[in-house]
Nanobody, 130 residues
Framework: EVQLVESGGGLVQAGGSLRLSCAAS????????IGWFRQAPGKEREAVSC????????YYADSVKGRFTISSDNAKNTVYLQMNSLKPEDTAVYYC???????????????????????WGQGTQVTVSS
């Protein structure tokens, strides 16, 4: 059974940083892509970043490029999202999700807005105050 547990959310002032963690179990980590998504109140869930554990490729939404960094520790089966220069508009519940690694699925999710990941964590709240 795929299990994903997020942690690291919290309240931070604008300009601050947070690091989210996604601990994964129940599947072959190296064969999966892990994505970070967020959903703000009244808005649709959107893709933030994704990493392919198969080849290490990373992807970012335009809104977070240059500020967020995704990384993966395959020994710990954990994916991180380092968030710097946070803005109030980054406030949302952040989720990690997993999907068997498929470049077409990653591209569709990150560039076409079609979220095709099927295994989800419970989410962690990130609040950025102005």
């Amino acid at each position: 059974e795929v299990q994903l547990v997020e942690s690291g959310g919290g309240l931070v002032q604008a300009g601050g940083s947070l690091r989210l963690s996604c601990a994964a179990s129940g599947f072959i980590f190296d064969d999966y892509a892990i994505g970070w998504f967020r959903q703000a109140p009244g808005k649709e869930r959107e893709a933030v970043s994704c990493i392919s554990n198969a080849d290490g490729s990373t992807y970012y939404a335009d809104s977070v490029k240059g500020r967020f960094t995704i990384s993966s520790d395959n020994a710990k089966n954990t994916v991180y999202l380092q968030m710097n220069s946070l803005k109030p508009e980054d406030t949302a519940v952040y989720y990690c999700a997993a999907e068997p690694d498929d470049p077409a699925i990653i591209r569709a999710t990150m560039t076409l807005g079609r979220i095709l990941f099927n295994s989800w964590g419970q989410g962690t709240q990130v609040t950025v105050s102005s």
